[in-house]
């Protein structure tokens, strides 16, 4: 095994490793919860590693990175999960590769990719994502919206609203982050029943979005390793 190769098994095995153990404690099956590699920053080279590794589910932040890497990986069957703040001309370029968009957050937003999946002749996925201390400036609609969004999605040709996404705010601790996340994640069920995505856990708090019920995980530095300093 080259280098690079052998570096992603070891920390694929360890993320699985504590996936496994958070599973174990909070009495979940570790078949509920979806491992998403985050690849920004790093190559497309390293898509294809952690694909021969059995990684399907690739998350990306920025459509500028993220298009051509999944253009260089198309003859693979990855489900790429667009997981940044979306501006909403960015819409038509992320209909053509992602299957679910986790970063929702408003009206405009909603139609913007309604009008490029149309186009693309695909159906998004597409999560609300929720701001959890209230201050939506880093994206993130405030709890009182979430409603309103997941009605919206829910009625957009082209679009399936799939649940609910978070970044735990560095301000809070994560477990009481991700428990309010729960109220959010049951107003979208009310919309739509089969919407039981809970996008949540990073590298850091992977063990806490386990513990309150989380189904994705969106890990990039413990897979990959510390990304450069430009780059959240
Ligand atoms: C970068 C990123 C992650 C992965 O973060 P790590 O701490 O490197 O695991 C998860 N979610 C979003 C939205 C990100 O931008």
């Known amino acids: 095994m080259a280098r690079r190769e052998e570096e992603l098994a070891l920390n694929l095995a360890d993320v699985r490793q504590r996936i496994a153990a958070a599973c174990a ?38 459509d500028a990175e993220a298009a051509p890497k999944a253009e ?11 997981i940044g703040q979306l501006q909403t001309n960015k819409a038509a370029s992320v209909a053509r590769y992602a299957s679910v968009v ?39 609609a405030v709890a009182a919206d979430v409603p309103a969004l997941a009605e919206a999605l829910a009625d957009e040709p ?24 729960l109220d959010s994640a049951a107003a979208v069920r009310a919309v739509r029943p089969a ?3 809970i996008s949540a856990g990073m590298s850091a708090d992977l063990e806490a979005a386990v513990a309150i019920g989380a189904t994705h ?8 390793g510390v990304r450069g300093p430009l780059v959240r």
Do not use: Q
Not at 73 to 81: A, F, K, N, S, V
Not at 114 to 139: K, Q, W, Y
């Open 72 to 82: 260089a990986c198309e003859d693979l069957d990855i489900t790429w999960h667009f």
């Open 25 to 62: 404690s909070a009495g979940r099956d570790p078949g509920e919860v979806t491992l998403i590699a985050v690849t920004k920053t790093w190559p497309a080279s390293d898509v294809r590693l952690l694909y021969e590794l059995g990684v399907r589910d690739i998350g990306e932040n920025r």
């Open 217 to 224: 995980l969106r890990i990039g530095t413990a897979l990959l």
């Open 158 to 181: 082209g679009l399936v609203l799939g649940g609910v996404m978070a970044i735990a705010p560095l301000s809070m601790d994560p477990m009481e982050a991700f428990t309010k996340l």
């Open 102 to 140: 986790h970063s929702v957050d408003r009206l405009r937003l909603i139609s913007a990719l309604g009008r490029a999946a149309h186009r693309a002749e695909r159906t998004l996925r597409c999560l609300v994502e929720v701001s959890l201390d209230g201050d939506p400036a880093r994206g993130g």
């Open 195 to 197: 919407a039981t995505i």
